[in-house]
């Protein structure tokens, strides 16, 4: 009898374990890096792990969508490109000698927002085609997106000539450098209203259940009603516009359009959902898990660099991290033969 | 020497709330075929799995020879002489014939290249030697499903197998496929090989076997040589029961057509179906696997498209391109295949019960009423009885029957006014099936229409008012109710006639 209250009890520590393991992971590694960095355990430290991880979180905002629907999007990281470079040479300063559209001098002077959208809209158009590419030919999402991610990185390249884009305007960099209170930069006041809207459309709307039904059994999916087609395209559409998102706040912020921007952010996403907890069995995750998956990395990012630990060993530990999380989560939801 | 080849002795096996077998017994000569029979969830292939080593027996014994064996997986059972040609056939379809014929076994050079040249050789042996006429280097693939079981039967004789089991061989095979396939079992047989034969099939048995054994409801209710029995005598031990208290048909009024279908059509894969459909019935659709009759409700349901004919519902044409459309029209489909194309594994309960439904679930700005989705859930779970521990469990975690209550309870939430079942009560354990079943009854008695397709002959029998047959894609009649046997549906399923309707 003894035996088996003590084996229940075992039984529970284990579910427990696994069920929070990243944020015991997220625990463990705030506490060993505040005792050996004092300065590692400041709010000012916090915020900049927040505004250093605000872009590659919402491109994880953006891929956990195509991860739960069972698929991918490596075209992120390129994507953000596209936006980069398009919002930039809109709003450079017309006295600049090399603009990127010279015929720019001609017209009157552009208003900010619209370079917002035009950024946002170039780049998003790159998740339609995705998800039309995805729905209709069915093709595997991971070719699809190599493919995009390739296209959108040469456009961003063709369109600048491999230049950066700089001399923007104040009234748009202003957008990228402003803070909330003094303290809390807009990428991450962005950041973290997209995780609010993420939240919402994945757990309060049809599309978000529609969705978790298509990654989970996409026959079953069908056959209940579902339209599969138009869920997968608009899970690409809102991928990729966290993406251009991204790609223009960072562009505000640093003042210059640069076509080589996001490379191999998209991987940094894809890692952070995962340790995140979402499945890349599909039908699996959430945006809080997500958030915490940005967390562990962001704090290992961080934590490493204020340290002092070699970069390259930064690299090494971040990959091992990583797999072990996805070890303990497979555990959680491993699904059943 | 012992008198049997295999005997497996008080074999009893249990998955959760289900006792699959009990304390079962079973014997089998030397060269002799040996048939098992029984409903569907009767035991035989667990039996047979735990032969095989693909499930591990709670207790019994297995003796091969009169030496007891211990099996614990496929490869340990084929070192015993123990082979096993399952019902669906799962062939590496991009490689060739020898290569599949020896997979795992493939002969080598200085332990690590593959020997081509003995490979086919050896190939070309085997086949020949069975009188197959199969090149080897042919793409597995490209064969018929027939040929890839010969190649399935090549491979566990060139094991040296000594029993062979045989999991509905004839399920997809033509008349002469199936004469070709007994004659191999002759051969097989003059050999010294015994086989283990599962099948439905009275006639086939009748032809081909020497024993038979029985199994009903986990339990071997019988066994006895082939010439000591007959038809009548093997119903009643399958059976076993009364049939019309395990199908709890109620009468109940028969009134308006609610469904016209003429001509209905689907490429090559059935053609020239034509039946109409009303209020309150429960016509069955019976015929052999790969009848065509899934096909038809996924036609109607708009899972496949429709090549020719005409759909009306409650008179009027209706145009059904997918299964949005079909919903509209207020029809509802229980897929045949759960894990397939029915549950969705790592969502909760409640989340698989409105899955088809979200649209009612909306309210303002476009979110939705999780308090209603738990409220309709909860209620659904109560009504028709599913056994889960909360509705926010995975329903992956549930038994099969319970996966099925919740399948049904997601389609009641539609509100349709006809129903297709597709093979209801698959591979559920009895208790639930019976449940199924009255709620079927209970759905035809509120004034539904319900298609049923279900190869289980007792259940077809059991709860239909009228039943369609079909054959190869092609309708061969219907039968009402109160004239149907088992021998007429199965007259009707096996040929290509078509009968005037009764």
């Given amino acids: 009898m003894e035996s088996t209250a003590l084996s229940k009890r075992n039984f529970e520590a284990k579910q427990f374990i696994s069920k929070y393991a990243m944020y015991l992971i997220l625990i463990a590694l705030i506490a060993i890096f505040g005792l050996v960095e004092p300065a590692f355990f400041t709010g000012r430290n916090f915020v900049n792990i927040l505004t250093a991880e605000s872009s590659r979180g919402l491109l994880a905002l953006g891929v956990a969508f195509c991860i739960i629907s069972r698929g991918i999007d490596l075209s992120l990281g390129s994507v953000m490109a596209v936006s980069s ?25 552009i208003p900010a927002w619209v370079a917002v959208v035009v950024g946002v809209l170039v780049g998003t158009s790159f998740g339609l085609i995705n998800g039309v590419l995805i729905a209709y030919t069915k093709i595997h999402p991971f070719i699809a997106t190599l493919g995009s991610m390739t296209v959108a990185r040469g456009l961003a390249l063709l369109f600048t000539n491999a230049y950066p884009v700089p001399m923007l305007r104040e009234d748009f960099t202003r ?83 640069i076509a080589s921007l996001g490379d191999g952010y998209e991987l940094d996403g894809i890692a952070a959902a995962t340790v995140g907890g979402v499945s890349q069995t599909g039908g699996v995750g959430s945006i809080i898990g997500c958030i915490g998956g940005i967390l562990v990395l962001g704090v290992i990012n961080n934590g490493l660099l204020i340290t002092g630990v070699s970069p390259y060993l930064q690299k090494i530990i971040k990959g091992a991290i990583i797999v072990i999380a996805v070890v303990f989560d497979m555990r959680k939801v491993a699904r059943k033969k | 020497m012992s008198d049997y080849v295999l005997e497996m002795i008080d074999v009893s096996k249990s998955f959760p709330g289900v006792q699959a077998l009990k304390n079962v017994s079973f014997r089998l000569r030397p060269g002799s075929v040996h048939a098992l029979m029984g409903e569907n969830g009767a035991g035989k292939s667990t039996l047979m799995k735990c032969l095989i080593g693909l499930y591990q027996m709670n207790s019994g014994k297995i003796f091969i020879n009169g030496q007891e064996v211990h099996i614990n997986n496929p490869l340990e059972a084929s070192r ?39 490979l086919y050789q050896m190939a070309r042996e085997t086949l020949k030697g069975l009188g197959i006429d199969i090149n080897p280097y042919e793409r597995m ?14 491979k566990a004789v060139s094991q040296d197998a000594s029993i062979i089991v045989m999991d509905e061989p004839t399920s ?71 049939l019309n208290a395990m199908f709890p048909k109620v009468a109940c009024p028969i009134t308006d057509v609610v469904m016209e279908v003429e001509n209905l059509a689907s490429g090559d894969r059935f053609s020239g179906v034509s039946f109409e459909l009303r209020r309150g019935e429960i016509l069955g659709f019976a015929g052999l696997v790969g009848a065509g009759r899934t096909e038809v409700l996924e036609t109607l349901f708009g899972l496949r498209t429709k090549t020719a004919g005409t759909v009306k519902i409650n008179g009027k044409i ?57 409220n309709d859930a909860g209620e659904y779970i109560k009504k028709i009885e599913i056994k889960t521990p909360t509705k926010d469990t995975l329903i992956q975690d549930l038994s099969g029957g319970n996966q099925q209550k919740v399948l049904v309870a997601r389609w009641l939430l539609t509100k349709p006014e006809i129903l297709f079942v597709d093979e209801p009560t698959r591979g559920i354990d009895v208790g639930a099936k019976a449940e199924i079943h009255s709620l079927i009854t209970r759905m035809a008695g509120e004034g539904k229409a319900i298609i049923m397709v279900s190869s289980e002959m007792p259940e077809i029998l059991g709860m239909c008012d009228r039943i369609l047959v079909m054959h190869e894609g092609r309708q061969t009649g219907i039968i009402d109710r109160t004239i149907a046997t088992q021998e007429l549906i199965m007259e009707y399923a096996t040929t290509t006639v078509e009968h005037q309707a009764i």
């Avoid at chain 1, 957008?175 to 809390?184: A, E, N, P, R, V």
């Avoid at chain 2, 693939?141 to 040929?147: E, F, M, P, Q, Y």
């Fill in chain 1, 175 to 257: 957008i990228g450098q402003g803070s909330l209170f003094g303290f809390l930069p807009n990428i991450v006041c962005v950041f973290l209203l997209m995780t609010i809207v993420a939240t919402i459309l994945l757990n309060h709307t049809r599309f978000g259940k529609n969705l978790f039904a298509v990654g989970g059994n996409v026959e079953a999916a069908r056959a209940a009603g579902i339209n599969v087609e138009r869920t997968l395209i608009l899970t690409y559409v809102w991928s990729s516009f966290c993406a251009s998102l991204a790609g223009v706040m960072v562009t505000a912020r640093s003042a210059s359009g």
């Fill in chain 1, 85 to 109: 470079v398009f919002s930039a040479s809109l709003v450079q300063k017309l006295s600049y000698s090399t603009l990127i559209i010279p015929g720019l001098v001609n017209l009157p002077e």
């Fill in chain 2, 318 to 374: 209706a145009d059904i391109k997918r299964p949005s459309d079909a919903q509209r029209y207020g029809l509802a489909m229980l897929t045949e295949d759960r894990r397939a194309t029915g549950i969705i594994p790592v969502s909760s309960v409640a989340s698989n019960i409105v899955v088809a439904n979200l649209k009612k679930y909306v309210r303002k700005y476009g979110l939705i009423n999780h308090k209603k989705i738990a």
């Fill in chain 2, 141 to 154: 693939g490209n064969l018929t499903v027939a040929k890839m079981q010969m190649v399935e039967i090549a």
């Fill in chain 2, 80 to 118: 015993h002489g123990i082979s096993m040609i399952h019902q669906e056939l799962s062939p590496v379809k991009d490689r060739s014939v020898a290569e599949n014929l020896f997979l795992g076994r493939t002969p080598v050079r200085a332990g690590l290249f593959v020997d081509h040249k003995k």
């Fill in chain 2, 172 to 242: 997809s095979l033509t008349s002469v496929e199936v004469k070709q396939l007994f004659g191999m079992i002759r051969s097989l047989r003059e050999k010294g090989v015994s086989i283990i034969y599962i099948s439905h099939k009275m006639e086939e048995i009748f032809k081909i076997c020497d024993e038979i054994t029985v199994f009903r409801d986990g339990q071997m209710v019988g066994t006895d040589l082939v010439e000591n029995t007959d038809v009548t005598k093997l119903i009643q031990l399958m059976v076993g029961r009364d």
